[in-house]
């Protein structure tokens, strides 16, 4: 069965980076597309960006360009998000997701599995 | 970027009766995606391509609309249907969320 471990909560200083992991099993890692999103109680769920698990190319929403960075180890089937430049309003849960995509004249892209979720702290 | 509505915020529903939950898009969008979380657990992809039940959803629930109006459906409310629901657009980047309806057992 499809899984998506993802390593344990993180508490991080201001200014500080941390990098998460995201070890897919069950499934050909390089078929799929790895996700991240953010879940905290006031903004609720926001999509970070997604990972080619194939080709490392990666695609940002815009507001969390400059904070995550997204990269893989095909050897291992891992997905990694590292956030820099850490505040407060890092503080969240994160979860990998793995998305579903394809166009067939209609855009069709959703997150069929997802991770346990990594609660991150950022506090001094 | 697409804002998703989702109306109401929280809830409450005795067992046997009817539920909606409503998305509103600020533009259109061809399919909506609905998820649902438990407490202190990943959400969960529940309906997909609007209509389509994910593998596991009992047959209570159903999900329809077009356009910029959507809709999540549970013909007779269970207690293990209390959860927060959450809908996602596919279609425009960046994918966006509503901010989730909670739904409790009276």
């Known amino acids: 069965q499809v899984q998506l471990q993802q390593s344990g909560a993180e508490l991080a200083k201001p200014g500080s980076s941390v990098k998460i992991s995201c070890k897919a099993s069950?499934?050909?890692?390089?078929?799929?597309?790895i996700s991240w999103i953010k879940q905290t109680t006031g903004q609720g769920l926001e999509y970070i960006g997604y990972?080619?698990?194939?080709?490392?190319?990666?695609n940002y929403n815009e507001k969390f360009k400059g904070k995550a960075t997204l990269t893989v180890d095909k050897s291992s089937s891992t997905a990694f998000m590292q956030l820099s430049s850490l505040t407060p309003d890092d503080s969240a849960v994160y979860y990998c997701?793995?998305?579903?995509?394809?166009?067939?004249?209609?855009?069709?892209?959703?997150?069929?599995?997802w991770g346990q979720g990594t609660l991150v702290t950022v506090s001094s | 970027e697409i804002v998703l509505t989702q109306s109401p915020t929280t809830m409450a529903a005795s067992p046997g009766e009817k539920v909606t939950i409503t998305c509103r898009a600020s533009?259109?969008?061809?399919?909506m995606y609905w998820y649902q979380q438990m407490s202190d657990a990943s959400p969960k992809l529940w309906i997909y391509?609007?209509?389509k039940l994910a593998s596991g959803v009992p047959d209570r629930f159903s999900g329809s609309g077009s356009g910029t109006s959507y809709s999540l459906t549970i013909n007779t409310m269970e207690a293990e249907d209390a959860a927060t629901y959450y809908c996602?657009?596919?279609?425009?980047?960046?994918?966006?969320f509503g901010s989730g309806t909670k739904l409790e057992i009276k």
């Open positions: 997701a793995r998305r579903s995509y394809y166009y067939d004249g209609y855009y069709h892209d959703w997150f069929a599995y």
């Open positions: 990972i080619n698990t194939g080709s490392g190319g990666t």
């Open positions: 069950g499934y050909t890692f390089t078929s799929y597309y």
């Open positions: 533009s259109s969008v061809s399919y």
């Open positions: 391509d609007t209509s």
């Open positions: 996602q657009q596919c279609c425009s980047t960046p994918l966006t």
